[in-house]
């Protein structure tokens, strides 16, 4: 049986270990979204796993950490919708 997430539910996103809890729901193009309070971004509720909580989580007043892991996310999803694919057939790449 799946594991229900709702609001308040601990979660993890395994992509990039990022943990929270979800302060809100949506949905959006046929998804279901979940709002994490670490990092406040928005996050596919299928791709979440509930999660036991570390003492950093808990602790965390400082939200300056929170801050840089939820930049560093978005600049791996930016840098990754823009990688080439490599070429493997020593042709020329664009109008060369």
Not at 9 to 28: A, D, K
Not at 76 to 94: K, V, Y
């Amino acid at each position: 049986m799946d594991a229900v997430i709702t609001i308040g539910s601990p979660v993890r996103y395994p992509r990039t270990g990022t943990e929270g809890h979800i302060v809100r729901i949506e949905e959006r193009g046929g998804f279901s979204y979940a709002e994490l309070d670490s990092t406040g971004m928005l996050y596919r509720t299928d791709l979440l796993t509930l999660a036991v909580m570390t003492e950093k989580v808990h602790k965390s007043d400082d939200r300056s950490e929170d801050l840089k892991q939820a930049q560093k996310e978005r600049e791996i999803s930016g840098d990754m919708s823009f990688q080439e694919i490599p070429n493997l057939d020593s042709a020329c790449n664009g109008a060369g």
